[in-house]
């Protein structure tokens, strides 16, 4: 085993930009490969359950090509996870074309790891009921029909499948859904680097440079793991790494401070220290991994719930803002009226959000509300069809124009709308249903790897 492995992140997020020149700086180094996510969930489950993309292909075409010649002129693996968004073979195949576009575009010569992450669901369907499945967090309870009317479930691999692809000599590796870690740690663990320090490294690499400062996920990030320690420095000479930056970004997205769980077990970071190294760089020692007794798989899976159509208005009359509670509770009855014999109230949503007021957090803000100047009100309709959804928007919008309420004055319109169409048209609406733990013995029998030699 070498003394130690250095590596490249490439930014936050595919798709969300870098400096070229940053790219071109760290290529001057002893780097081993090359490492990028390309999904997420924070979008939601619509790009999921619909198989669409959410980082568009001209975003993902100026990102990776760069990164891709860089690889291949430095024969060095390129890494990318959650491909296309959110990883299921629609989102894996739409960045495969691009990716074999610029291939050829460039003329370029490698062996292609192609990692589908999709679950078969009669192969979810027997583990439930095996009782082998179980939630991960605070999420809805699930059952067979929830199951069955998922599209595009798939399953968050480790590091497992990407050192297969590495074994197997790949140059290139696009990975379906993943976790983030695993794609800047399987090198390392593979080259019987300590796992907990990899893992550790790779959590706070997985966002490019967001753990330096100034703060942004839009640059690279090069780290270096030796025997006991990693090392983590931004590439953008603009920006440095702090101890408190750093293990500040170790906390990203968990509950915990002192650990965060990955499929290879429990990252321990109790005794992690964190010292300042050289004028940018970080050192970081003293984390280690508890292997998981039992290996889990993270199931996601989103299901169709209807179609949605939305409209955006302004209130700026502040007996009209102090009345919105009556406003919309009439709107309500309004709509429901209207709308019997047709649909039922329970069979479709009719959401207020009043931004401004307490549209971002919720109605539970106490009762010592004080009134602005203006509101910012975005009525959502959601139904079984966008047909139905367009005409129960229509209503509300329509009835909380002119409805009346204590201490009105003016018959005109209580809203603003800036807009002309007014409603605008949202498509189908997922939701995520299957975002469960399985009980599994190995991934490498769930996610196979395909390899294309260019």
Sequence with gaps: MSKNIKFISLCGMLGYGYPIEGLKRAMKEDIAFIGVDAGSTDPGPYYLGSGKAFVKEMQIRRDLEPALIA????????????????GARPHVDFFCDILLDLAKKNKLSFKLAVIYADLDKDFILQNFEAGKISPCGPVPELNGEKIKNCTNPVGQMGTEPLIAALESGADVIVAGRCCDTAIFAAMPIMKGFDPGLALHCAKIAECGALCARPVGANDSLMATIGEDYFIVEPVNTTKKCSPASTAGHSLYEQPDPNCFYEPEGKIDM?????????????????????????????????????????????????????????????????????????????QYSLIFRRYGLDGAIGRNIGANKTIPDDLGLLIEAIAPTQELADTILSLARSTALHQ?????????????????????????????????????DKQQAIFSVEYTNL
């Design 71 to 86: 690889a291949r002129e430095k024969d060095i693996p390129l890494i990318i996870g959650t491909a296309g968004g959110s």
């Design 270 to 346: 109790n005794n992690s220290v964190f010292e300042q190294f050289g004028e940018r760089s970080v050192k970081v020692s003293g984390t280690r991994l508890v292997p998981a007794v039992e290996e889990t798989l993270k199931l996601e899976g989103a299901e169709l719930k209807g179609y949605r159509t939305v409209t955006i208005a302004g209130i700026s009359d502040p007996v009209a803002i102090s009345k919105i509670d009556d406003i919309e509770c009439k709107v309500r009855e309004a709509v429901a009226a209207n709308m019997s014999g047709i649909v039922d109230s329970d």
């Design 404 to 440: 009346s309420f204590e201490g009105r004055k003016a018959t005109a319109g209580n809203l603003a709308f800036p807009f002309s169409p007014s409603d605008l048209q949202g498509g189908a609406v997922y939701e995520f249903s299957i975002y469960h733990l399985l009980k599994i």
